[in-house]
C-alpha cells in the first residue's frame, strides 16, 4: 500500500480510505452488514496496509462508529491510523439520509441536527464515546448548514481542536464559494481551517472538476471523495431496463444511487469502463479507483460488502494509465446537474 500527506498537512495517510458506512445495523438500511459479518472485511483493509478509515456518527444511528472503534482497536495501533468521522445529520434510525427521497417527512428534534456551537461539542463528544477514542483525526463537517451563522462553525469547530479532541478538519459537498468563505473566515480569525474535502466524484459525476477541485489544488487540501464507484453503479452490475433491477441487495434498493445516476450516458460509461477493464484483465472497481488516483486525488474512500472488493481496491493502487486511456474513459460525458449538496 502507498501513502501520501492528507493536503498541506504532516499526516500520512494510505492511499485508499476505507468507508464504513457498509458496517453497522442492517435495521438502517438493508445492505448494512452487521458486526460479525463486517469485522473480516475491516481485518484485511488493515492487513492491505490501509490505515485510513472514514465514519460518520449518523451511519446506522451510531452503530458505525462504534464498530469503528471497536474494530481498529482490536486490528490496529492508534498512533498509526487516521480515523474520520462527520456531522450534521440526526443520529436516529429513522434518519435515513439528506439525500433520501423528497416524500420522506422525518423531522429532526431541536438541537439534534446542523452545525450550531452547542451541536458540534455535543456532537464530537458522543463521537468520542462511540468510537472508544481520546481523540478523532479528522473531523468533517457533513454538509453547509444554512441556518448557522459559519462564522459560529468554525469558530465552534477551531475551539474542539484547541481543546484536544480533534486533530484536523474537513468539510464534506458544498459549493466551491461556500467553502472559500469557510476557509477564508478562519484564517482571518486565526482559527483552524479545513485540510480536506470529502465531495463527491467519480467517473459517472465529474461536475467537482469545474470549480471544487480547481479551489483544492490551489490551496493544498486533500481530496478524498466519497462513492468513488458511484455507490456501486461504476461496478457494472446495474440494469438499464430497471431500477429495481441488479445482482446486490444494495443495487435493487438504493434509491439513492438511483437518483443520482442511471442516466444513457451513465450507462455509456459503466460500458467504456467495462470494455477496458476487460481488457486489462481488471475489474471495474479497480479500473475506478485508478482513474481517480491519476486525477490526482489523495484517497479515494471506498465502501466493501465483501472480500474480494478490498483486493480489488488495492490493486488500483499499482495500476498505470496512459493518457490514452484515460481519455478514452472520460469520452462521451455529459454534464450533469450538481448532485450531492444536500
Known sequence: MQTTRL???????SRLCLGMMTYGSPKWRP?????????????????????FFDTADMYSAGESERLTGSFLREFCRRDEIVVATKLLYPVDMGFGSGMMPKG????????????????????????????????????QIHRW????????????????VKAG???????????AWQFAKAQQIARSRGWTPFVAMQNHYNLAYRE?????????????????????????FLAGNRSADGKNAGVTSRAASDEIAQNLYYRASDFQTVARLT?????????????????????????????????PQIDEAVAAVELKLSAEEMAALEAGYEPHPVLGHS
Not at 479532541?165 to 459549493?175: D, E, H, N, P, T
Request: glycine content about 8%; charged content about 20%.
Open 145 to 160: 448548514d444554512p441556518m448557522t451563522p459559519i462564522e459560529e462553525t468554525m469558530e465552534a469547530l477551531h475551539d474542539v
Open 31 to 51: 445492505w448494512v452488514l452487521d458486526e460479525a459479518a463486517s469485522r473480516p472485511l475491516v481485518k484485511r483493509a488493515v492487513e492491505q496496509g490501509i490505515n
Open 7 to 13: 493536503g498541506n498537512t504532516g499526516l500520512v495517510v
Open 104 to 139: 420522506n417527512t422525518y423531522v429532526a428534534p431541536p438541537n439534534t441536527s446542523g452545525l450550531s456551537r452547542k451541536r458540534i461539542f455535543h456532537a464530537v463528544d458522543a463521537s468520542l464515546q462511540r468510537l472508544g477514542l481520546d481523540y478523532i483525526d479528522l473531523y
Open 275 to 307: 470494455e477496458m477493464a476487460r481488457s486489462r484483465g481488471v475489474a471495474n472497481a479497480t479500473l475506478a479507483y485508478a482513474w481517480l488516483l491519476h486525477k490526482g486525488v489523495t484517497a479515494p474512500i471506498f465502501g466493501a460488502s465483501k472480500l
Open 165 to 175: 479532541k480533534v486533530r484536523y478538519l474537513g468539510a464534506s459537498s458544498m459549493w
Open 208 to 232: 467537482e472538476e469545474r470549480e471544487m477541485i480547481p479551489l483544492c489544488r490551489d490551496q493544498g487540501v486533500a481530496l478524498i471523495p466519497w462513492s468513488p464507484l458511484a455507490r456501486g
